[in-house]
């Protein structure tokens, strides 16, 4: 069953999320830690979709690549209890993840039984 998501994105150097269900769009937040800009799209979209969408405003799904990106993220753009989806896929080899910018898919803070194509 394909499965709608709402977009956080980052651009140019900037990461992009896409949020499964509510919020409202964000301003343009930047991470002083790693310089990538951030921006909440609330748009109900599938993910090759919410893909596409981003890579067209010159940026990508988030990659949340350490604890200090995850926290930024998670403080600044989230509320407690949604799920997001993020720039992780499987497409490649079914359940080998790695991130669409091709960065080291090392840090890990995934919900039990995550990460999952749902």
């Known amino acids: 069953m394909r499965q709608y998501f709402r ?11 896409f949020p499964c269900l509510c919020y409202s769009d964000s301003t343009l937040i930047e991470n002083p830690s ?9 748009t109900k979209i599938y993910w090759h979709d919410a ?3 981003c ?16 926290d930024f993220v998670y403080n600044q753009l989230c509320s407690p209890g949604h799920n997001y989806c993020l720039g992780g896929t499987d497409e ?3 359940g080998q993840w790695e991130w669409i910018t091709g960065e080291p898919w090392e840090f890990t803070n995934w919900a039990p039984g995550q990460p999952d194509n749902d």
């Open 34 to 42: 790693n310089s990538h800009w951030y921006l909440r799209v609330e």
């Open 92 to 94: 490649n080899t079914e």
């Open 7 to 17: 977009i956080f994105a980052v651009i140019a150097g900037v990461t992009l999320l």
């Open 55 to 70: 890579e067209a405003q010159g940026g990508y799904l988030a990659t949340l690549t350490s604890q200090q990106e995850n």
């Open 51 to 53: 893909k596409d969408y």
